[in-house]
């Protein structure tokens, strides 16, 4: 423990809140052959100095070094400074001993199907993507806003504008997609299961074709909700065809069907908040193909995510590739596979993935515990545990839920990590040698859970941890311990009482994920290994989170009673509060300082459209540990 405190209270590597460090290349693949930056006139009079940590390196490569945007780091400390004319596609030596990270700014904002129209400040031309343009207006000071010309045929596309004023002459057109350079914040935030808000109720809503009548599932026109989550579930899960929403703040919800959910098109009218259903990918691999067993190709795919979309759309596509190299024949294709990551090989041609998880049967509840198997499935034929040497004196006691009998099965039925659950209240206490692939009984009639304490992210093996994507790696997310094997460093992560969300690992490197929110994405990475630790207690938007205020019961509902308040200087320090709270529940803040603790014990339930305010639920998995030990 105090080995773990010591590292949380060490000096925390200092990183741009503008933007994210992304690792293109491990130390097997070759490094970056970009132009190498040394000497005075860039900041430095030394050749690729010694750093004590890639962190290190990374830090002074943004803040000291002129023009830099990568490096090529080798184990020991040593770090060369590079200048690539793309980010997004360097140029790399067939040499090998250094990890290749580079630098990717975040975008303050990003508008589909979007125009500003003159002020130019110039262009640049082929440029990969709306996010490739971004960053060149974010290293660009007078840049204060970009267009990016997106459609294919016209005669400058792919072609990046750069704005000397905030959107100029903001106009509807599906010429182009536009935005500001990189900020501390965005306006796009990502809910339950891939819905984004693509715009808020100031803005135009959904002109894509209108979906009712019983052909689609629906009997009224544009029906009330009692929530915008209520409506998305039933767009996905009820309205074929389904996959944006027009959602007004009295409840009314009209379902849409876009051709392109990327680059929906838009009315000139508001009231309603857009949202946009995106397929969360369940994987996505950078410099990686899958060769053979193809499907079926699409040409012009604006990227790897409206790749993995495609993919996601089709039951029959197992796998996707999306060929992302610049020059190339079919560059921009998306190639759906039959079969799931056939002849797997490292390549700078494309990024490769796998299709939106949307629909399980398994369903995670308090800190740790999965069902594998509902009622009417098989139940667990693992070793049934009764008797007293194993704290028990009845079979299969009855509890008032199943959360209690989860309990009792973790904390007083010894060697206990699986239960057979019947809707009655009877359990039965189980021992299965893998809690992974437990063996079943052809019996039906009780639900089967699963102690589950470390999961995949996506993949077992193979995957470095990023944040909210494939993209998101600062490393404010997690602290760097060393440990001789995968075993030590989940101890680690336990020993943390909760702050550590998970780990990622790598001969002998171990990464101690605090990141708030926990780990949301991976990215291939051959030799890592990405687990989440299921009975941490993560950070949830409700609602997207953004603009909102929480409640209680109902949007009505808003009791002093139900939170403290505190005054905090950042969303962070909010965060922390409420993690050292055992009774937290949730937190609301706003950027006036105002930190509210919710503490209400049925939680957040309801939220309210209010500017300026972030919602969020702690998902905790009640342990009860004191954490102020081991959080600065």
């Given at each position: 423990m105090a080995f773990i405190l010591g590292l949380l209270l060490a000096a925390v590597p200092l990183t741009s809140a503008q933007g994210s460090w992304v690792m293109a290349h491990d130390a097997s693949q070759g490094y970056l052959s970009c132009p190498h930056l040394v000497g005075t006139a860039y900041g430095l009079n030394i050749n690729c100095p010694i750093y004590p940590?890639?962190?290190?390196?990374?830090?002074?490569?943004?803040?000291?070094?002129?023009?830099?945007?990568?490096?090529?780091?080798k184990f020991g400390g040593k770090c060369c400074f590079k200048q690539c004319a793309n980010v997004y596609a360097p140029t790399f030596s067939s040499s090998t001993g250094y990890a290749v990270w580079m630098y990717h700014a975040t975008c303050g904002l990003i508008e589909s199907n979007t125009l500003y129209v003159g002020d130019d400040l110039r262009f640049v031309d082929d440029v990969l993507s709306a996010e490739a343009c971004c960053q060149i207006c974010s290293e660009d000071a007078s840049c204060k806003s970009w267009v990016w010309k997106a459609k294919r045929g016209q005669a400058d596309s792919d072609s990046c504008h750069l704005k000397n004023t905030v959107k100029p002459n903001r106009q509807a057109s599906d010429c182009c997609i536009s935005g500001l350079p990189s900020a501390t914040t965005t306006t796009t935030t990502t809910t339950m299961g891939g819905w984004v808000m693509v715009h808020d109720a100031s803005q135009g809503y959904l002109s894509c074709p209108h979906l009712v009548g019983t052909a689609y599932g629906l009997n009224i026109n544009c029906p009330i909700y009692p929530s915008v989550e209520a409506c998305q579930t039933d767009c996905i899960g009820m309205v074929t065809g389904c996959n944006g929403i027009n959602y007004k703040s009295d409840g009314k919800c009209c379902f849409k069907q876009c051709a392109n959910v990327y680059a929906p098109t838009f009315s000139s009218s508001t009231g309603y908040a857009v949202w946009m259903y995106h397929a969360t990918c369940s994987l996505i691999e950078s410099n990686t193909v899958y060769v053979g067993d193809d499907l079926r190709f699409v040409d012009d795919v604006l990227s790897a995510e409206a790749c993995c979309q495609i993919c996601s759309e089709d039951a029959s596509c197992k796998s996707w590739v999306w060929k992302a190299k610049r020059g190339q024949a079919d560059s921009e294709s998306c190639h759906l596979k039959n079969t799931v990551k056939l002849n797997r090989q490292a390549s700078d041609c494309c990024i490769s993935g796998l299709p939106s998880a949307t629909t399980t049967t398994t369903t995670t509840t308090m800190g740790g515990w999965v069902m594998v198997?509902?009622?009417?499935?098989?139940?667990?034929?693992?070793?049934?545990?009764?008797?007293?040497?194993?704290?028990?004196?009845?079979?299969?006691?009855?509890?008032?839920?199943?959360?209690?009998?989860?309990?009792?099965?973790?904390?007083?039925?010894?060697?206990?990590?699986?239960?057979?659950?019947?809707?009655?209240?009877?359990?039965?206490?189980?021992?299965?040698?893998?809690?992974?692939?437990?063996?079943?009984s052809s019996s039906t009639g009780y639900a089967v859970w699963m102690y589950q304490a470390w999961a995949a992210v996506t993949e077992w093996e193979s995957q470095a941890c990023r944040g909210s994507t494939h993209t998101d790696n600062s490393p404010s997310y997690y602290t760097v311990a060393q440990a001789?094997?995968?075993?030590?460093?989940?101890?680690?992560?336990?020993?943390?009482?909760?702050?550590?969300?998970?780990?990622?690992?790598?001969?002998?490197?171990?990464?101690?994920?605090?990141?708030?929110?926990?780990?949301?994405?991976?990215?291939?990475?051959?030799?890592?290994?990405?687990?989440?630790?299921?009975?941490?207690?993560?950070?949830?938007?409700?609602?997207?989170?953004?603009?909102?205020?929480?409640?209680?019961?109902?949007?009505?509902?808003?009791?002093?009673?139900?939170?403290?308040?505190?005054?905090?200087?950042?969303?962070?320090?909010?965060?922390?509060?409420?993690?050292?709270?055992?009774?937290?529940?949730?937190?609301?803040?706003?950027?006036?300082?105002?930190?509210?603790?919710?503490?209400?014990?049925?939680?957040?339930?309801?939220?309210?459209?209010?500017?300026g305010y972030t919602c969020m639920r702690y998902e905790t998995s009640g342990s009860g540990q004191d954490i102020s030990l081991v959080y600065p």
């Open positions: 940590s890639v962190e290190a390196c990374q830090t002074d490569c943004i803040g000291k070094v002129t023009g830099c945007n990568g490096i090529n780091y198997h509902d009622a009417s499935q098989g139940y667990l034929s693992c070793p049934h545990l009764v008797g007293t040497a194993y704290g028990l004196n009845i079979n299969c006691p009855i509890y008032p839920s199943v959360e209690a009998c989860q309990t009792d099965c973790i904390g007083m039925v010894t060697g206990c990590n699986g239960i057979n659950y019947k809707s009655d209240g009877k359990c039965c206490f189980k021992q299965c040698a893998n809690v992974y692939a437990p063996t079943f001789s094997d995968i075993t030590n460093c989940k101890a680690l992560c336990v020993s943390m009482a909760g702050v550590c969300k998970g780990i990622e690992f790598s001969v002998s490197r171990c990464e101690l994920w605090t990141r708030p929110e926990g780990i949301g994405a991976t990215t291939g990475l051959v030799g890592s290994v990405c687990l989440r630790y299921t009975p941490a207690p993560v950070f949830v938007p409700v609602e997207g989170g953004k603009d909102r205020v929480c409640r209680g019961s109902t949007p009505l509902d808003n009791l002093a009673s139900y939170f403290t308040v505190a005054e905090v200087s950042a969303l962070r320090d909010c965060q922390n509060l409420c993690m050292k709270e055992q009774a937290c529940h949730g937190i609301e803040y706003n950027g006036f300082k105002r930190c509210e603790i919710w503490t209400r014990e049925q939680g957040i339930q309801a939220v309210v459209y209010n500017p």
